[in-house]
């Protein structure tokens, strides 16, 4: 699989985590197919009240779900095309790289969608010392498998309409 991520996301996750410092912080990615196994993101949204500690992110459910429903409504809901991709997170004091929990996680929130999807990816962003942005993806499957997602930083897209998460609480 393979995620396109513009560089106006990238500078997005790098400005909210120098604001958040050495709390996780997360949200939901919501994208694009634009070929077989290949996506571009579209919106990472960002949970604004509470979740986040030094060492755990916690995703509130009910307001992530109102997050991807209103981003299925601006998106003419046409699911084949535009859909909810799966998580992302911060790891201010680890490697950018999925935990023993995150794994866990991403299995129980695929056993939650009751076979709507059959993948989640999830993208852990980190800060290195000298502000370098670092981050990682994987793809999980509903069969219990977890496989690699390549990233491609994608300078010559434009974004969509941004999406005003500010209208739908987290």
Not at 19 to 31: C, D, T
Not at 71 to 83: C, M, Q, V, W
Not at 91 to 98: D, E, Q, S, T
Not at 116 to 139: D, G, P
């Amino acid at each position: 699989m393979k995620l396109k991520i513009s560089e106006s996301h990238v500078a997005r996750w790098r400005e909210d985590l120098h604001k958040a410092g050495r709390r996780e912080i997360g949200g939901v990615l919501f994208g694009e197919q634009i070929a077989e196994g290949e996506f571009r993101l579209i919106e990472a949204t960002r949970q604004r009240f509470g979740g986040g500690g030094a060492v755990r992110f916690h995703r509130r459910g009910r307001p992530a779900k109102k997050q991807i429903e209103a981003l299925h409504a601006a998106h003419g809901h046409r699911p084949e095309r535009f859909n909810y991709l799966g998580e992302w997170h911060s790891h201010p004091n680890a490697p950018a790289i999925p935990s023993a929990r995150d794994e866990a996680t991403m299995h129980q929130l695929l056993a939650d969608q009751a076979g709507a999807v059959n993948f989640l990816v999830l993208v852990i962003v980190r800060l290195s010392k000298e502000s370098v942005l670092e981050l990682s993806a994987a793809t999980y499957l509903a069969s219990g498998h977890r496989l690699p997602c390549r990233i491609v930083i994608d300078a010559l897209s434009a974004d969509p309409p941004s999406f005003d998460s500010s209208e739908h609480e987290l």
